[in-house]
């Protein structure tokens, strides 16, 4: 006979102990996760090993994901993995009309099922997607171009850690009201006034998940959970090239979602036809009342003005940089900034890209070092890292598509190339585009940035293995460069190195100014561009580059509303 399925107050007793642990771990910041980080930690207790995880994910190949949701009028696909091959897979697309309304008619039982119930089904879809995490990893792998290791990492664990990290706050905001009070104020002589009070925290509507390319469980798995959590049906509108890891997730999602008893049509999927472009139709539908995006500042910028009806919470462009002033670890500065500038062929938000040195040079360990000097050593630095063709395939990845080779290409022609890119062959996948990264040279002088006719190259960014060695005048005119780039650019991170208090208090000062997440003198195996959930914020939604934190209490309050409900008590 089979097992019966596992019901709210099943899953509450289940995960409820892991719930307590995120909320304690958001509160202390220490490190916390319940998402092992090494592959062989899986294969047991009915997950995935590599093998069966690789097996999954090749059986999903040439095959069409019937989600059974509401409205499927056709099935759409066209995947092709930055690795070369065709994933062949095809996906429900939506008659929106025929969606949003069911979506929308399975918000009153998730409402009336309670804050402690939706976490405990948020946490039970994480367990499941954390239980095939090796064959989510191949998904992201074959979608963003990720090297396998990063795949697995950043888009199953990470990812997951993330996801749990905005239930926990989505449940602490729900639950810091009272779910009811007796009111009584008394009267003098006569009878006190008493009343009977309810509070319902009540989601605002559809929520709309628009995905990104290059992370699409890490930078999509906040907004979902959140919204989810919050009492709002979640509408996943996946980048074209990277729908298999959110399709996969929203599987998962309804199928636990109807087993405890709710529609599972709380969470759906948007895949779209080539060059449908429906982002733009969904974000101004007036069902959608949440819409999370990733993506370029452009359609950002566009869905901040034109979803009015909608709370948006947006990462968009940045212009990350990094000040050198001094070290008192040389090596380990560069082997750290090497590393930052590798990983992932540079395709993640918080890759340094500027990276100001005093023209003049700077002091460190090894005696001091010119500019010239601390900018041929970065490049050797980076050349030793990924010298051996194996090492830097496990490092780069592929690049996730043509407009990052294009930059790339075009980074030569900005100003004097001091570590020109060069091709990896991949032995797996011979078509992949694999690239190390360009560290190309430019003048920082201050007419360059503070005339109004042109801007210099290094004050946009460049997405992609492109890094900027911007000479400037001095250390000083660094901290302002860099608090002119943060204010009118933004940046999800920045970076300093020195040995200098009074250097680190300015560029710390900027940073609480313009409010950018600062990192200071990391030399060991912390980097710049990696943020940890439960203790890290990812940006700060106070500069140009996000208008959101993950994840913060803003993150999540704003999802839902307290509805009150009072009465005359029977006393």
Known sequence: MAAAAPTAHDLITKHRPTLDKALEAIRTRAYWSPHPEHPKAYGQDGSLGAAEGKAAFDALLGTRLDLGQAGTDDFVGGEVSPYGIELGITYPHADIDALLPSMRASMGAWRAAGAEARAAVCLEILARISARTHE????VMHTSGQAFMMAFQAGGPHAQDRGLEAVAYAYAEQVRTPEAARWTKPQGKRDPLV????????GRGVALLIGCNTFPTWNGYP?????????????????PRAVLPLALTVQVARDVLAEAGFAPDLVALAAERDGEGIAKTLAVRPEVKIIDYTGSTEFGNWLETHARQAQVYTEKAGVNTVVIDGTDDYRGMLANLAFSLSLYSGQMCTTPQNLLVPREGIATDQGPKSYDEVVADLAGSVGGLLGDDARANGLLGALVNPGVRSRLEAAGGLGDVALPSRPVTHPDFPDAVVRTPAIVKLDGARKFWETADAEPAYMNECFGPVSFAVAVDSTQDAVELLRRTVREKGAMTVGAYTTSEEVAGAVEEVCLEECAQLSLNLTGGVYVNQTAAFSDFHGSGGN???NAALCDAAFVANRFRVVEVRREAAV
């Not at 709002?232 to 509108?237: M, R």
């Open 136 to 139: 989510f990893a191949h998904a």
């Open 195 to 202: 009343l009977d009070k309810e509070f319902t925290p009540v």
């Open 223 to 239: 907004g979902l959970f959140a919204s989810l959590a919050t009492g709002n049906p979640v509408l996943v509108k996946p980048h």
């Open 544 to 546: 140009p580059a996000a």
